[in-house]
C-alpha cells in the first residue's frame, strides 16, 4: 500500500466522520429547537468561511497559484445547507436521512452513466447491498414524507452530489473549499434579509452551528475535496452510505440510544456493500489493466 493509497483512506475516513458528526449536531440543535433553521444555516455557513479563510490565509504560498473556488461550486453548498435545515423541520430523521442518501447516490451515479462511465457487474451488486442495509437500518422509522419536505431534501441531495462531483477536479482542496464558502456570503446575506426577524437563537444552538461550520463542515469537506482525487464516482457516493452507520453510533454517545440488533446487522450490509463496491472496481482495473 503505497503513501498515495493511506493518504486517500485516511481523508476519506476523516470526511465521513466529519459528515456523521455534522448530522449529531444538526439533529441535536434542530431537532430540540434550540435555534431555527435559516440561523443555523447562516451561522454554519459564516463558521465555514472564518475557519477556512484562516487556514488558506496560514497555508498561503503564492498568490499567482491560489485557486477560488466556483459560483457553481458555491451555489451547490448553499443549496444543500439551506435545503437540509429546512427539511428536517417537517421530516423526522429518518426519513430525511433516507430521501438525502438516495437523492445524493442516484444524482452521482447518473452522472456518471451519462457521462460514459460503465459500472460493473460488482459495482451495481455493492451499490445495492449498501443501499438495502441503509434502508433496513431506518425503515422502522420512516413516515409518509411532508410534500414540501420531500422536495427540499431531494434537493439537498442531488446539491451535495453536484457539490461533491465538482470537488473531483480540485487541484488545490482547501482553497477551493474555503472560497465556495467565502463566495456563499452574498446569499447567506439574502437568507438575513428575509429570516432575521423570525430568528430563534439560543447560546446552545450557536455553539452547535458554529460547531457545524467550522469543525464538521469546514475542515470536513476540504478534506473530503482531497479524498474524492482517488475515488472513483461510485465509491465517492456509496462510501457516504457509511455516515448513517457512524451518525446512529454518535447518537448512541451522545443522545444514549441503545445499539440495537438492526444497527449492528445494517452496519454489515452497508459495509459489506461498500468493500464489494471499492475491490469490485479495483478488480476490474487490475484485470483490464493485464489484458493490455
Not at 112 to 140: K, M, Q
Not at 216 to 237: D, F
Not at 241 to 253: E, S
Amino acid at each position: 500500500m503505497n503513501k498515495n493509497t493511506i493518504k486517500i483512506i485516511v481523508c476519506t475516513t476523516f470526511a465521513l466522520l466529519a459528515f456523521a458528526g455534522n448530522s449529531v449536531l444538526c439533529r441535536l440543535a434542530l431537532g430540540e429547537k434550540s435555534i431555527d433553521a435559516a440561523s443555523f444555516t447562516i451561522i454554519r455557513l459564516l463558521s465555514g468561511i472564518f475557519i477556512l479563510m484562516i487556514a488558506v490565509a496560514m497555508t498561503r504560498k503564492t498568490k499567482n497559484t491560489q485557486s477560488t473556488g466556483s459560483w457553481l461550486g458555491a451555489s451547490m453548498l448553499f443549496v444543500y445547507a439551506v435545503a437540509f435545515s429546512y427539511g428536517y423541520i417537517s421530516l423526522d430523521t429518518g426519513t430525511g436521512a433516507l430521501i438525502l442518501f438516495a437523492a445524493v447516490q442516484i444524482t452521482m451515479i447518473a452522472v456518471s452513466v451519462v457521462s460514459g462511465n460503465r459500472l460493473h457487474y460488482a459495482e451495481w451488486l455493492g451499490v445495492f447491498i449498501a443501499f438495502s442495509g441503509f434502508v433496513y437500518l431506518i425503515i422502522p422509522s420512516v413516515t409518509t414524507p411532508s410534500l414540501m419536505g420531500f422536495i427540499l431534501m431531494t434537493v439537498s441531495g442531488m446539491a451535495w452530489g453536484f457539490y461533491t462531483l465538482i470537488g473531483r477536479s480540485s487541484t488545490q482542496p482547501l482553497a477551493d473549499t474555503a472560497y465556495n464558502f467565502l463566495r456563499t456570503s452574498p446569499f447567506v446575506l439574502v437568507l438575513l434579509i428575509f429570516t432575521l426577524q423570525d430568528a430563534n437563537l439560543s447560546q446552545e444552538g450557536v455553539l452547535l452551528a458554529v460547531l457545524s461550520g467550522a469543525i464538521a463542515s469546514g475542515v470536513g469537506y476540504a478534506v473530503w475535496y482531497i479524498a474524492l482525487k482517488g475515488l472513483s464516482v461510485t465509491q465517492a457516493a456509496v462510501v457516504q452510505l457509511f455516515v448513517p452507520i457512524v451518525a446512529a453510533i454518535g447518537g448512541v454517545i451522545f443522545t444514549n440510544e441503545l445499539i440495537t440488533l438492526r444497527l449492528v446487522e445494517s452496519s454489515a450490509l452497508v459495509l459489506g456493500g461498500i468493500l464489494t463496491v471499492i475491490l469490485g472496481r479495483n478488480y476490474f482495473v487490475s484485470r483490464t489493466s493485464k489484458t493490455r
